[in-house]
T-cell receptor, first 115, second 113 residues
């Protein structure tokens, strides 16, 4: 039972490069999300999905793309990396239940540096 | 809009001291409330939760009570240990309309031996 798996754990990119951060969960959770964590700013939601084929923007979506072709996977794409995207990225998932939110399960994070 | 406000850190305590980390929220409807803990270099782990008014969540000696009248969910522990040093996040989940999870900015706790 792996939970939420993020790869890679660390990455250094040059400005303008593109890359994909991978996220997979094995709990059959409908809801998946991506956050970035920056000092003093807590967690900010980038994109989220409530099921395969359905995605939506969060608080800070610019510069990022997502897709959800399967229940298990929710990759985050940086289209053209910028130094402002240097951050720690977390993927999270949860079941959905009408009438009350359920807690999310988090991956261990991807530490991304843009030079 | 929906929001979570928690006390700023860092909070520095001696071992066996009493801990309170304040958290207040603004939300429509009846959100679920959570406390997560993040140890250095790791992701967030669920510490405790409460899903309705007057519920008390508890885990590992930590407690928090869902107070609708004061829109608060303060985290408490009677006697902290060095191993409790971490960042603590208050969060809410609301299902009114769309599913949202909203996090506070986190409070860093440092416990000294």
């Amino acid at each position: 039972n792996a939970g939420v798996t993020q790869t890679p754990k660390f990455q250094v990119l040059k400005t303008g490069q593109s890359m994909t951060l991978q996220c997979a969960q094995d709990m059959n959770h409908e809801y998946m999300s991506w956050y970035r964590q920056d000092p003093g700013m807590g967690l900010r939601l980038i994109h989220y999905s409530v099921g395969a084929g359905i995605t939506d923007q969060g608080e800070v979506p610019n510069g990022y793309n997502v897709s959800r072709s399967t229940t298990e996977d929710f990759p985050l794409r940086l289209l053209s990396a910028a130094p402002s995207q240097t951050s720690v990225y977390f993927c999270a998932s949860s079941r959905l239940r009408t009438g009350g939110g359920l807690p999310q399960h988090f991956g261990d994070g991807t530490r991304l540096s843009i030079l | 809009g929906d929001s979570v406000t928690q006390m700023e850190g860092p909070v520095t305590l001696s071992e066996e001291a009493f801990l309170t980390i304040n958290c207040t929220y603004t939300a429509t409807g009846y959100p679920s409330l959570f406390w997560y803990v993040q140890y250095p270099g790791e992701g967030l782990q669920l510490l405790l939760k409460a899903t309705k008014a007057d519920d008390k969540g508890s885990n590992k000696g930590f407690e928090a009570t869902y107070r609708k009248e004061t829109t608060s969910f303060h985290l408490e522990k009677g006697s902290v240990q060095v191993s409790d040093s971490a960042v603590y996040f208050c969060a809410l989940a609301t299902t009114s309309g769309t599913y949202k999870y909203i996090f506070g900015t986190g409070t860093r706790l440092k416990v000294l031996a």
